[in-house]
Each structure stands twice: as structure tokens, then as C-alpha cells.
């Protein structure tokens, strides 16, 4: 499985982004998808995750900012990111799981300032 990450770049604080992460097989094989990332020094943390019921869980910081999707036309998932703040700098990872098996993309930098 191979999951292809996209979207990053430099957005000043306020902006948005669209990460978008296309796997190699369809996303509605995998029971859950999701969004981690990781800044510099600090540990992967979870941002967003989508399973297969279109449950959608967020890390209380990207709350109300952040939407998880699925786009089966792109065969896609996406994290729209509105109000960017300079702490959401990182580098963006998709993961996948799929029978108990977990699978990551290369990771999309973002980076907020101004």
C-alpha cells in the first residue's frame, strides 16, 4: 500500500491549506484514515482521523479549524485547515489501517508565519 500526501506549503497565520492524501488502493478498504504530524523536537501527534463509518475524530486543538474527508472521486483523504496558526507547523503525515495493519505516506510540510 502506498498513501501519496499533498497540499503543504508557507501560509501566513489566519490562512488556509488542503492536504490531500491518495492511497494505491481504494480508502473504503481501510477501517480508519487519518492525519498525524510532527513538529520539530517534539513527538507524532494524531491531528484527525475518519473511519469507515465517516466517524470523525479531532485533537481539541484543531476543533472547529480542521475538517477530515473522504473523497471517493479522488480516492482521497483530505484536511481542509482554516485559521492556521504558527503552532500547526509540521510536517503532515497520512496513516492508514487496515486488518491490523498500519501504513504511512512521506509527510507534507506546513508552515505557518508571516
Known amino acids: 500500500v502506498q498513501l501519496q500526501a499533498s497540499g503543504g506549503g508557507l501560509v501566513q497565520p489566519g490562512g488556509s491549506l488542503r492536504l490531500s492524501c491518495t492511497a494505491s488502493?481504494?480508502?473504503?478498504?481501510?477501517?480508519?484514515m487519518g492525519w498525524y504530524r510532527q513538529a520539530p523536537g517534539k513527538q507524532r501527534e494524531l491531528v484527525a482521523l475518519i473511519t469507515g463509518g465517516d466517524k470523525t475524530n479531532y485533537r481539541d486543538s484543531v476543533k472547529g479549524r480542521f475538517t477530515i474527508s473522504r473523497d471517493s472521486a479522488k480516492n482521497s483523504v483530505d484536511l481542509q485547515m482554516n485559521g492556521l496558526k504558527p503552532e500547526d507547523t509540521a510536517v503532515y503525515y497520512c496513516n492508514a489501517l487496515a486488518s491490523g495493519n498500519g501504513y504511512w505516506g512521506q509527510g507534507t510540510q506546513v508552515t505557518v508565519s508571516s
Open positions: 488502493r481504494s480508502i473504503f478498504s481501510f477501517s480508519h
